[in-house]
C-alpha cells in the first residue's frame, strides 16, 4: 500500500490529468517537487483523510463478514486492546 506521500502525488497527478495540468487559475500545473511545502502538505493531509476512511469502511465490511472477522479474531491475543475494540464494534447477537 502506498504511504501518504505517494498517495498524495497519485491524487495530484490524477487532478492534473483530469483538468489538462491547469491549476484552478487556468495556470499549467507545478512539477510535485516545485509545489511550496504548504501545498504538499495539503495534498498529504487530503490523502490521509480518504485513507483513513478507506480503512474505516473496509473495516466494517471485515467485521461484518463473520469469516474474515472470526480468522482475525482467532490470531490475536485473548487479552488484546484489538480484540477488545473488534469485539466491542460487534452488533449485541440475538
Do not use: C
Request: glycine residues 4%.
Amino acid at each position: 500500500m502506498p504511504n501518504s506521500l505517494e498517495l498524495a502525488k497519485i491524487a495530484y497527478h490524477a487532478y492534473g490529468q483530469t483538468t489538462d495540468f491547469k491549476n484552478y487559475q487556468g495556470l499549467p500545473m507545478s512539477e510535485w517537487e516545485n509545489l511550496p511545502e504548504k501545498i504538499q502538505q495539503a495534498w498529504i493531509a487530503a490523502s490521509q483523510a480518504i485513507s483513513s476512511e478507506f480503512y474505516l469502511v473496509l473495516g466494517k465490511a471485515v467485521l461484518n463478514n463473520e469469516v474474515l472477522r472470526n480468522a482475525i479474531l482467532s490470531q490475536l491475543p485473548h487479552q488484546s486492546a484489538l480484540r477488545e475494540t473488534i469485539l466491542n464494534q460487534l452488533p449485541p447477537q440475538s
